[in-house]
């Protein structure tokens, strides 16, 4: 049963700590992207990579966020440092490639206080 | 102007309906449109992928793509309660963003 999975499924962090979201896509997909969804905001995309190489991350907040892949099967986001403002559930979703269907994790509930 | 527009909603529909649910996109040069249901407290899913213009059937689904127009739409026909959900328009854009609209609630009553 393939699926992005992602770690962990819930996150409670005070205010000012690091925190690292993970997420292993499908196996074969060369294509990652990682979103924030919120009520007010909706799914806003954060970056994408495309074999590991990251192809846009304009829409991060670039002084406290980062993402990477360090290898085929992992992409982390961290945010360091956190404010309650990153409350919000984070995907990562994965896709064969730049053109076709993407697939969603279950999502990092992230709760900073 | 944002880059995916949808109606919020909620849109209401009675069991056995038809819903039709639509989608602006600005990105002349986007190039593949999906239509995603997310439940509440659920990752999206999803459901219809259209890359050329026309309609493309997938069991009670349909979905109709206007490039020139700049519209993706969804029906859902025999509309039923498990249908009620939120349906998420995607854009591929030109540059490759896979970008999302904020979603239409769909209700259907019983």
């Known amino acids: 049963d393939a699926r992005v999975t992602q770690t962990p499924r819930h996150k409670v962090t005070e205010m000012g700590q690091e925190v690292t979201m993970r997420c292993q896509p499908i196996l074969g997909h060369n294509t990652v992207f990682w979103y924030r969804q919120t009520m007010m905001q909706g799914l806003e995309l954060l970056a994408y990579?495309?074999?590991?190489?990251?192809?846009?991350d304009s829409g991060m907040p670039k002084d406290r966020f980062s993402a990477e892949m360090p290898d085929a099967t992992l992409a982390t986001l961290k945010i360091q440092p956190s404010e309650p403002r990153d409350s919000a559930v984070y995907f990562c979703?994965?896709?064969?490639?730049?053109?076709?269907?993407?697939?969603f994790g279950q999502g990092t509930r992230l709760t900073v206080v | 102007q944002k880059e995916v527009e949808q109606n919020s909603g909620p849109l209401s529909v009675p069991e056995g309906a038809i819903a039709s649910l639509n989608c602006t996109y600005s990105d002349r040069g986007s190039q593949s449109f999906f239509w995603y249901r997310q439940y509440s407290g659920k990752s999206p899913e999803l459901i219809m992928s259209?890359?050329?213009?026309g309609d493309k059937e997938d069991g009670r689904f349909t979905a109709q793509l206007n490039k020139a127009s700049q519209y993706v739409s969804l029906l859902i026909r025999d509309s039923q309660p498990s249908d009620s959900a939120t349906y998420l328009c995607a854009v591929n854009s030109g540059t490759y963003k896979y970008i999302f609209g904020t979603g239409t609630r769909l209700k259907v009553l019983a």
């Open positions: 259209i890359y050329s213009n």
């Open positions: 979703a994965s896709g064969p490639t730049l053109n076709t269907e993407a697939f």
């Open positions: 990579f495309r074999n590991r190489a990251p192809l846009d």
